[in-house]
């Protein structure tokens, strides 16, 4: 069974750029989750796809924006790229059959915005 | 969301017991409470949930109140392997739509 992967695993962009962020899910989910981790605190939720539709949003502005690819796999897409989107990215899977409230993580990209 | 406190950090010796604990006073009676654990550079890992009974599963325990405002995830015996950051977080059955809410968390230090 293979976990949930993200790539690339650093990356360094600079202001006003934009930027994509991969992430491959677990086999068999077919829900993808996307998290920002500012230094020193917890992830906050971005937003979700399921059936390639964003699902659920958190309070993150529309430069943020996803989509789902029907081997549900998912990309994070955030435009007009500021010094406060410096930020570990994280994706999550799950499944809405089995065990659909636990999610399970990647490693996360780290991104730095000059 | 029902608002979770948490001790800053904790500290424990390898192969001992920890217990860490979480208040949630504002869950609701719908909401499951769900353990997470962060390793260092690593993304969080499912650790443990419940709803109103204690519950174990390989990795941990989880001893939950009478009246649901507080619980305390327990790990038997600490390894080097399980100093992390450490999220309480409650969430409805089928919430995953609205994201887990992670607070700061209690961040534990094995001492070997």
């Known amino acids: 069974e293979t976990g949930v992967t993200q790539s690339p695993t650093h990356l360094i962009k600079t202001r006003g750029q934009q930027v994509t962020l991969r992430c491959s899910s677990q086999?068999?989910?077919?829900?993808v989750s996307w998290y920002q981790q500012a230094l020193g605190q917890g992830p906050q939720f971005i937003f979700q796809y399921y059936r390639e539709e964003e699902n659920g949003r958190g309070n993150f502005p529309p430069r943020f924006s996803g989509l789902q690819f029907p081997n549900y796999s998912s990309e994070l897409n955030v435009n007009a790229l500021e010094l406060d989107d410096s930020a570990l990215y994280l994706c999550?899977?799950?499944?809405?059959?089995?065990?659909?409230?636990?999610?399970?993580f990647g490693p996360g990209t780290r991104l730095t915005v000059l | 969301d029902a608002k979770t406190t948490q001790p800053n950090s904790m500290e424990s010796n390898e192969e001992e017991p920890v217990h860490l604990p979480c208040n949630h006073s504002t869950i609701s009676g719908t909401d499951y409470i769900h353990w997470y654990r962060q390793l260092p550079s690593q993304g969080p890992e499912y650790v443990i949930h419940g709803l109103t009974s204690n519950v174990n599963n390989r990795m941990a325990s989880l001893a939950i109140a009478e009246d649901r405002k507080s619980s305390t995830l327990i790990l038997h015996r600490a390894t080097l392997r399980d100093a992390a950051v450490y999220y309480c977080?409650?969430?409805?059955?089928?919430?995953?739509?609205?994201?887990?809410?992670f607070g700061k968390g209690t961040h534990l230090i094995i001492q070997p």
């Open positions: 999550a899977s799950s499944s809405t059959t089995l065990d659909r409230d636990t999610q399970y």
């Open positions: 086999s068999g989910h077919n829900t």
């Open positions: 977080i409650p969430m409805y059955s089928g919430g995953g739509a609205d994201g887990l809410t």
